[in-house]
């Protein structure tokens, strides 16, 4: 019920290509949901964010895509970049004061080359 | 400094040793966690902190023990660990009850028990 399926587990695109990278929950309790960025040594960073109020948020070269009737959301990076390269996690959680838990998907490891 | 500071880095120990893991957050937050992270697994919620006070165990082993002295200071405390405790450990802080909790990562200790 907590679990958040992440796809898919790498992904090689050619710089300039759009990076697909997708979500699936099944609780319907989640209401919020953040993509995190994770470079070799680092921790994750957070990237962008949706709440299922909206079905499209962007924030520069990234777009987050809800779909709340087959509990999916996805990451697409525009125009990406050598720099792109990194480990993308998808994660949800309910907004519940003093206990907001992230679930988050497995991971996706991102190669852009030249 | 700012963001969300962890140390040591990198740490090796006998399953025998007890060690200690800090983490300090410079940007007033009111909640701390602890995350694992292990390849090819996701992020494995360890311990939730909100206003100094635990309000997640999820199913730890008593091995590993979470201090929060105040908002800002949340420790690790390691005692008598297995090999399959060798993970990146992630403290990670939120301003809980707001909007936009993301969490902000500090870069991790990784954990090697020999």
């Known amino acids: 019920q907590q679990q958040v399926k992440q796809s898919p587990q790498s992904l090689i695109v050619q710089k300039g290509g759009i990076p697909i990278i997708n979500c699936a929950y099944e609780n319907t309790a989640f209401d919020y949901f953040p993509w995190y960025q994770q470079f070799p040594g680092k921790g994750p960073a957070l990237l962008i964010a949706?709440?299922?109020?909206?079905s499209e948020k962007k924030e520069g070269r990234f777009t987050i895509s809800f779909n709340k009737s087959a509990k999916q959301f996805s990451l697409h990076i525009m125009d990406s970049q050598p720099g792109d390269s990194a480990t993308y996690f998808c994660a949800a959680s309910i907004s519940n004061f003093g206990n907001e838990k992230l679930t988050f998907g497995t991971g996706t490891r991102l190669t852009i080359i030249p | 400094e700012t963001g969300v500071t962890q140390t040591p880095r990198h740490l090796v120990m006998g399953m025998t040793n007890k060690k200690s893991l800090k983490c300090e957050q410079h940007?007033?937050?009111?909640?701390m966690y602890w995350y694992k992270q292990s390849a090819k697994k996701p992020l494995e919620l360890m311990f939730v902190y909100s206003l100094e006070e635990r309000v997640e165990n999820n199913s730890v082993p008593s091995r590993f023990s979470p201090e929060c002295p105040n908002s800002s200071h949340l420790f690790l405390h390691l005692h008598t660990l297995q090999p399959e405790d060798s993970a990146l450990y992630l403290c990670?802080?939120?301003?809980?009850?707001?909007?936009?909790?993301?969490?902000?990562f500090g870069s991790g200790t990784r954990l090697t028990v020999v």
């Open positions: 949706i709440r299922p109020d909206v």
């Open positions: 940007l007033g937050h009111n909640a």
């Open positions: 990670a802080s939120s301003q809980s009850g707001t909007a936009n909790y993301g969490y902000t």
